[in-house]
């Protein structure tokens, strides 16, 4: 009797405490959705505030939307709060010199204008309404203030022969209302990315900033907006050249009088990569060319005592995967020096040290992006490395030497965090800034990042990571996922994404999730990532399939008969060429990737990658562009494959999916194709994103779970 009474005791018990510690869950695509889109800090002059963009998924409505944020410097949880409630989005806010205004880049308007208003740093609000500061019709993006707060730089992708506004309006409506959509081509680089050029240039324009009218806060511009901004940079040419994202391309002198930024003008875009630095007063004088080497040049910045600008620069030309170096002019003497010579890492983004005697920065390490510090006066050969482990990126000093930056992991999204970082400085903590994701995190099963070391190829120390499953048992035996990253020059690390997550891939059917940083990848020194080119199917595949063997005999939950490999674009290409070389997976999955080199060759748009990657055009090196070719073993596919690719693809085109698709069915292998008319080389709208997770992992669920 006494034991019957027992048992309903415990159960209520137990349920009392289930209910108050609720279990967390696997992570679910719906998660992803939900999480917040933490862009970069923006600290406020005084110290106080650090601001930013957050961009919020509506998976019903397809859509993806910023806002504004503002939270106190100190960080304090659950702090953030929006800065302006509105509908509308938004999205690269920056204050004013005097921390008394604020700039950000709007979609109120169609297209896109900076919008301006006053700021209390006191109640850390706008005051006043918001009123729109540019009437570009060609609109306008990246806006910075000048130091001393008269005028503002922004970019517009203009026709580069028109001479005003007006011009570039009536050519812009010619083509939106003519019925014939037929395009003239003359020249190279006709369509970048994802879109078709049409020949429109991007410029920098200053405009100087006006006092609000009457009226202003519904919708009209401020002051003499229409008729002040002015081409700094006219001509043939982008400035800033094309980017993915990033520290910006340009910048102005702390005296207001100058402009350097980041252009391409000597040579073709589609064969060479010789960005370079130049310099224009704002009185529009002819522009001045400081930068010297053969490769890129970029992202220039000025020391806030403005003796000094510096950039990032890589030596060789043609290939995008060089060492960037830390360079460092002195705008007295015109003498140039690089800081970083024997640091074999690649610079990331950097900041000065509001005293100009240091320069901050990132450098990808074996699977992190640690935060380093180097001296302008160099009294060492290498930066002092400033935190072990970490994955920093967006660094902004604010007042003193208190540096904010974005942070992330294979478990968390981008926050931002603050740490006190300079010269003399080598003990700090960092503290968090931004908690956007806690609430939602904290729910979540996120089994953390194991590293792990094998012989690859040349007997060499190759390194991999391996996530596993939500629940995991040691005792059970579980499925594979073999995910191989793109580039060729890139690498999976302690770094969260919302395309091919580890964490999400791991919980989708509970997979183990297994990631080779093979030779070529990026963070281990630049000899390792030169060895891929002129080798594509060479060492790469080697410690691919090295470190697959390793961690079957290492790791005894993993089942070696259910095993899938998935990859896209340079990973694309690796999985066609596995598909040739090995029958060891139970099904692939191939995305936006090489099928056909010579076929690649000819409808890419830069084409500096493949002449560097293959060592010149097709014509003029064949037999290396058909040794390293997929389609050419195709006699030996067997395996269930996958293929997917979006029409609007101009890195790798759509036929290359065509391709591989058609001669998968002519061969009567298991395969299907998943086809995007309306993405490119990433698959980024929310309903489509919901699209390729369900397809991808249905398709190895398919394979893997027989």
Known sequence: MKSKLLIPALLLIGSIALAQSPQKHPFTFEDMMKLKRVGAPVPSPDGKWVVFDCE??????????????????????????????????????????????????????DPTQIWMCDFDSNAGALTGKPHQMTEISTGADGGIWSPDGKNIVFVSAVYPDCKDDACNKERDEELKKSKVKAKIFSRLFYRHWSAFT????????????????????????????????????????????????????????????????TSNIDEVEATSTNNEIFVVSFS?????????????DTTPLYSPDGNNLAWRSQARAGFEADKWRLFVQDRQSGKTRDLTEQF??????????????????????????????????????????????????????????????????IAVPNEIWGRSVGLGVDKASPWQVT????????????????????????????????????????????????????????????????RWN??????????????????????????????????????????LMKGLDYVEETYPFIDKNREAALGASYGGYMANWILGHTNRFKCIVSHD??????????????????????????????????????????????????????QNDYRLDVSEGFQLFTTLQRLK?????????????????????????????????QWCKQ
Do not use: C
């Open 669 to 701: 292998i298991p395969s299907k194709m998943l086809y995007f008319p309306d993405e490119g080389h990433w698959v980024l709208k929310p309903q489509n994103s919901r699209l390729w997770y369900k397809t991808v992992n249905d398709w190895v669920d």
């Open 344 to 409: 074999d890492r690649s610079v990331g983004s950097f900041a000065w040290q509001p005293d100009s005697r240091a320069i901050a920065f990132s450098a990808e390490d074996r699977g992190e992006a640690p935060l380093f510090v180097m001296p302008i006066v160099q009294a060492v050969n290498e930066p002092l490395r400033v935190q072990q482990i970490f994955h920093a990126d967006d660094l902004a000093y604010g007042s003193d030497r208190r540096l904010y930056f974005t942070r992330m992991s």
């Open 56 to 109: 919020d998924v509506d998976l019903e409505a397809n859509t993806r939307i910023s806002h504004l944020w503002i939270v106190p410097a100190s960080g304090p949880a659950a702090a953030g709060r929006r800065l302006n409630p509105t509908p509308n989005h938004e999205e690269r806010p920056r204050f004013s010199p005097d921390g008394k205004r604020l700039i950000w880049t709007s979609k109120a308007t």
């Open 198 to 261: 049409e020949f429109k240039r991007s410029h920098l324009f200053v405009q100087t900033v006006e006092a609000p009218v009457s009226g202003a806060g519904n919708g009209t511009a401020a002051g003499t907006a229409a008729t002040t901004a002015r081409d700094l940079t006219p001509g043939d040419h982008d400035v800033p050249p094309f980017s993915l994202g990033g520290q910006d391309m340009y910048a102005i002198s702390p005296d207001s009088q100058e402009v350097a930024y």
């Open 502 to 543: 580890a964490e999400l891939f791991a919980a989708s059917g509970n997979y183990v999730v297994v990631m080779i940083n093979f030779h070529g990848s990026t963070g281990y020194g630049q000899k390792f990532t030169d060895s891929i080119s002129g080798d594509w199917g060479g060492k790469p595949y080697v410690d």
């Open 593 to 646: 990737g090489t099928f056909n080199t010579e076929s690649v060759y000819g409808t890419t748009e830069e084409l500096w990658f493949p002449e560097w990657e293959f060592k010149g055009p097709p014509w003029k090196n064949r037999e290396l562009y058909r040794k390293f070719s997929p389609h050419l073993f195709a006699d030996k596919f067997k395996t269930p494959t996958l293929v997917v690719h979006g």
């Open 435 to 498: 908690h956007m994701n806690d609430a939602l995190l904290s729910q979540i099963d996120m089994p953390p990042l194991e590293s792990f070391t094998f012989k690859g190829a040349n007997d060499e120390e190759v390194r991999g990571f391996l996530v596993k499953p939500p629940g995991f048992d040691p005792n059970k035996k579980y499925p594979l996922k073999f995910l191989i990253h793109g580039g060729p020059q890139g690498a999976w690390g302690n770094e969260w994404t919302y």
């Open 284 to 296: 529009g004088d002819t522009p001045k060319k400081i930068s010297t080497s053969p490769g890129a």
